[in-house]
């Protein structure tokens, strides 16, 4: 055996004469699955010129050269191109294509070409934590909670929960969207002109101190946000550098159809906002969240536009006077389906906290989908 494995290898590498030389490719496609994977860039460690006509493109050295390629240490597949090909069309060489790289044998006078490389590998699992309405602590779902009054939230199983601090004061409420993004109503908007002292505050559950504060590049109003009517309140604030997600920081999903949520469903909000009415002072600094049901009767307020707006109550007995208070303006109405949780509007107005005679009225997502995702769409590609 000693004697026939450099036969074998002879043979295999030199054996062949097609078209200049042949390539032996394990490789059917060039496709990565982008939800599980992705392309490292392109890598060109040896020039077939300088190497005794080889080329040798080995995802075992690149990975400890090139801290691109740190995360293959699994390899799902592997695409190559030619820079540059021997002028000589009568070249003797032979190439392999495999998940471990490519792989050409040539000689002095019969030069392999000059091979380039790229590798689908498994996304990092930072990344892969992106997707969106995951949360990997359970929260409270069926225990009577309650923002006013001060029931606690478990910590971090809100992960898209974000505090809006200006100078260094808690003032709304919002949630992450994307890695740059943060949704939440016009009304908390009102500081463009002094951006240098209102941070994004993710990843806490004690807002004094956990989490991590993030500057701001522009926030962006609603075209026809009406304030005085408290109509098209909603906002989006672009973050000055991206959000790192983990466990305890995460997007939540965005609701994109009209109906939803429906009537009578389930639904939590969640803040740390007041804790008693106009007692300015009672602000909480842990992430405390209530129990609420969609209802269709918000009559008493001019302004309500169903359309664009979801009403909000109390679930019931054990939930009476629970709700949102000043402070938890901008918050998401969190919806739970299909093992996800979704954002179904953002907290805009009530009179009083929590009262059983005014219901809580959110701003709905869904009727906003499309500029939200314009808006998104055009800060990542800028």
């Known amino acids: ?102 792989f050409c044998m040539g000689s002095s006078t019969s030069h392999c070409p000059d091979y380039s490389v790229r590798f689908c ?12 309405g995951q949360t990997f602590r359970q929260p409270h779902l069926n225990s009577p909670l309650r923002i006013v009054n001060g029931f606690e939230a478990i910590p971090h199983s809100l992960p898209w929960a974000v505090s809006l601090e200006y100078k260094g004061v808690h003032d709304c409420g919002g949630v992450i969207i994307d890695q740059w993004h943060i949704l939440t109503a016009a ?22 101190t956990s989490g991590q504060l993030i500057p701001v590049a522009e926030l962006i109003i609603h075209p026809t946000y009406d304030e005085p009517r408290s109509t098209d309140d909603i906002g989006i604030i672009r973050l000055a550098s991206p959000i790192t997600f983990s466990q305890n920081i995460q997007p939540i999903c965005l609701v994109d159809s009209i109906g939803e949520p ?9 803040g740390w906002g007041n804790t008693a009415h106009q007692v300015w002072t009672s602000s909480s600094p842990v992430l405390l969240q209530a129990r609420l049901r969609v209802i269709s009767d918000c009559s008493m307020y ?66 906003y989908i499309d500029w939200i995702r314009t808006i998104t769409n055009r800060s990542m590609s800028s």
């Open 302 to 367: 001019f302004a309500y536009e169903p359309e664009k707006q979801i009403c909000t109550a109390h679930s019931g007995p054990a939930d009476q006077d629970h709700g949102s208070c000043q402070g938890d303006s901008g918050g998401g109405l969190l919806y739970f389906k299909n093992g996800r949780w979704y954002a179904g509007g953002v907290v805009s107005y009530a009179i009083g906290c929590g009262r059983q005679a005014f219901p809580t009225v959110f701003t709905k997502t869904a009727a």
């Open 187 to 208: 009304h908390c908007l009102d500081y463009s002109n002094d951006l240098q002292n209102f941070y994004v505050r993710v990843g806490a559950h004690n807002r004094l």
């Open 121 to 132: 590998c498994p996304l990092k699992r930072q990344d892969t934590l992106q997707q969106c």
């Open 1 to 102: 055996m000693l004697i026939l494995i450099p036969t074998l290898t002879y043979f295999l590498f030199f054996s062949s004469k097609v078209f200049a030389g042949q390539e032996l490719s394990s490789s059917t496609n060039n496709e990565c699955n982008s939800e599980i994977a992705s392309w490292t860039p392109w890598f060109n460690t040896q020039n077939p010129k300088k190497t005794n006509g080889n080329d040798i493109e080995d995802i075992s050295i690149i990975r400890k050269a090139h801290p691109e390629a740190a995360r293959c240490d699994t390899v799902l597949n592997v695409e190559y191109s030619v820079l540059g090909k021997s002028n000589n069309d009568t070249s003797w060489y032979q190439t392999l294509i495999n998940n471990n790289g490519v």
């Open 262 to 270: 429906p009537l009578d469903t389930t639904v939590y909000v969640a």
